[in-house]
C-alpha cells in the first residue's frame, strides 16, 4: 500500500512542478544530514524486504521504514527524472533507478525516467516536408533528399561522420564492426543533431513511385549490418531482460513504453496523444541492445532484431512484447504524419464506417494523393457508438507544405453523446 502512494504522488507531483535532475538532487540530499540518512533507511529497508531479512520485519523496524518513506516524499529525489544525452546521464539513471526499480520491482518499465520535452519537438510536423524541399507527393526519393539535406548542416554532418565510420570499420574477419562504438555513436547522433535532419533520414516517406530504392535507403540509415543485424536472433524476451540490465536501454525502452502506447479508442492512435514524444523515444532506442529497425519490406514495419521462437509457454508474452514494436498503430501513424502522410497507403484499411451523427466527418480532398494525414483512412478502427468520437484535421488541411509557416495545431472535434457537445481541442504533441 505504501508503494502504491508513493508511486501515485510521484505521478501527480510530476505533472505539477519542473522535476530537479537526479544527479543534483542526489547531490542536494547528501548535503543536508537528515535526508541523507532517511535515504539510507529506505535503502536498507528495501533491501532487507528483498532478502527477507528479519531485522526489518518487525514492528518497529517496519515503522522507521514507513518514516523515511515519508521522509523522502519532502526530498529532491522524490521526482527527479534525467535528460537524455545529458552529461552524466548514466549517473542520473542509475540514481533514478535505484529509487524507483528497488521500490516498484525489477519489472518497472511503465514509468520514463526522462523529462518530458514536447517543446523541443513542437515544430517537427510542420518541418518534415521542408527538408526534402518539395511536397512528398513527388516521385523524389525523400530520403536520398532528407540525406543531402544532412550534408549540408554542419552538426548533422558531423555526427553522421562520426558513427558511419565506427558502424562500417571491419574490426577483424569475424566482426563486421565494433558494435559498442558504433551504437555509442549513434546515440550521439539522435541526441545531439537536431530533430528536422535526424527524423529527416530515419522516418522520410516514400512515395508509390519510388518504394523500393526509398525504403531500402531509409532501414540503411542506421547501418544495419553493425547497429541492427548479429550472428543470431535472440529471443524478445531474452533481449529484454538483457536491456533491463542496462540502465541506458532500460530507461530508453521504458520512455519508449510509455510514450509510444497505442490506444483503439483514440483517433491519433496513442494513450497520450503525443506523435513527438513517441518519435523521440523510438530514436532514442537506437544505438542500445534493443535497437529497432525497419525490416526488409515495403512501408512501415518495424522490428527490433529478435523472434518469438523457443520461447515456451512465455509464447504470449514475447509475441505482445514484439508485437508493440510490428504492429503499434500509435507508432505507425506518428512516423507517418512526420512523413506527411505519404505511406498511409500501407495500412491498407476498409472503407470508413459513415458516422450516425452529423458533423462528425471531413469530406476528403479532391486530390487522392494528396499529402494529408487523413483520419479517415483509420476510422474503421473507432467504436463511432462509444460516448465520444474524434475527428482530426489533416496535414494538408493545416497547410503544413514546404514553405509555408502554419499554425500546427490540428483541431479535433469532439462530440460528446451524453452531453451533446462539440468543442476544438488543441492536441498536446502540436503545442
Given at each position: ?161 562520426a558513427y558511419i565510420n565506427p ?22 547522433f539522435f541526441d545531439k543533431v ?238
Amino acid at each position: 500500500i505504501i508503494i502504491i502512494i508513493f508511486f501515485s504522488v510521484i505521478s501527480d507531483g510530476a505533472s505539477r512542478s519542473v522535476p530537479m535532475d537526479c544527479v543534483k538532487a542526489s547531490e542536494q540530499c547528501l548535503r543536508e544530514y537528515s535526508c541523507s540518512t532517511k535515504y539510507r533507511t529506505m535503502r536498507q529497508c528495501v533491501a532487507g524486504r528483498e532478502s527477507n531479512f528479519s531485522a526489518v520485519t518487525g514492528p518497529e523496524a517496519q515503522g522507521e521504514c514507513r518514516s523515511a518513506i515519508e521522509a523522502m516524499k519532502q526530498s529532491p529525489l522524490y521526482r527527479c527524472r534525467c535528460r537524455r544525452g545529458m552529461k552524466k546521464e548514466k549517473n542520473c539513471l542509475r540514481i533514478f533507478w535505484s529509487i524507483f526499480q528497488s521500490l516498484q520491482g525489477n519489472d518497472l518499465l511503465e514509468y520514463s525516467p526522462y523529462e518530458p520535452v514536447n517543446s523541443r519537438l513542437s515544430d517537427i510536423f510542420r518541418l518534415a516536408p521542408i527538408i526534402a524541399g518539395k511536397p512528398p507527393s513527388t516521385k523524389e526519393n525523400n530520403c536520398l533528399s532528407a540525406a543531402k539535406a544532412c550534408n549540408l548542416n554542419d552538426t548533422c554532418k558531423k555526427y553522421r561522420s562520426a558513427y558511419i565510420n565506427p558502424c562500417t570499420s571491419r574490426v577483424s574477419a569475424s566482426e563486421v564492426c565494433n558494435k559498442r562504438k558504433c551504437h555509442k555513436a549513434l546515440r550521439h547522433f539522435f541526441d545531439k543533431v537536431p530533430t528536422k535532419y535526424s527524423y529527416g533520414m530515419l522516418f522520410c516517406s516514400c512515395p508509390a513511385g519510388d518504394q523500393t530504392a526509398c525504403a531500402e535507403r531509409r532501414r540503411q540509415t542506421i547501418v544495419p549490418v553493425c547497429s541492427y543485424e548479429d550472428k543470431d536472433k535472440p529471443n524478445c524476451l531474452s533481449l529484454q531482460n538483457t536491456c533491463k540490465a542496462n540502465y541506458i536501454c532500460r530507461s530508453r525502452l521504458a520512455d519508449f513504453l510509455s510514450n509510444c502506447q497505442p490506444e483503439p479508442r483514440s483517433i491519433s492512435g496513442c494513450l497520450r496523444e503525443n506523435y513527438a514524444d513517441c518519435l523521440l523515444s523510438y530514436s532514442g532506442l537506437i544505438g542500445t541492445v534493443m535497437t529497432p529497425n525497419y525490416v526488409r519490406s515495403q512501408g512501415i514495419s518495424l522490428s527490433p532484431w529478435c523472434d518469438c521462437s523457443s520461447s515456451g509457454n512465455n509464447k504470449p508474452d514475447c509475441d505482445r512484447f514484439n508485437q508493440f514494436f510490428s504492429d503499434n498503430r500509435c507508432l505507425r501513424n506518428a512516423i507517418q504524419a512526420f512523413g506527411n502522410g505519404t505511406d498511409v497507403g500501407v495500412w491498407q484499411p476498409q472503407p470508413p464506417i459513415e458516422p450516425t451523427e452529423p458533423g462528425l466527418t471531413r469530406t476528403r480532398t479532391r486530390d487522392q494523393n494528396s499529402n494529408s494525414l487523413d483520419t479517415l483512412t483509420d476510422m474503421s478502427r473507432l467504436d463511432l457508438n462509444s460516448d465520444s468520437a474524434f475527428n482530426t484535421c489533416g496535414m494538408q488541411a493545416q497547410k503544413l507544405v514546404s514553405n509555408v509557416s502554419m499554425d500546427t495545431t490540428l483541431c479535433v472535434v469532439s462530440f460528446v453523446k451524453s452531453k451533446q457537445l462539440r468543442g476544438i481541442i488543441s492536441l498536446p504533441f502540436l503545442t
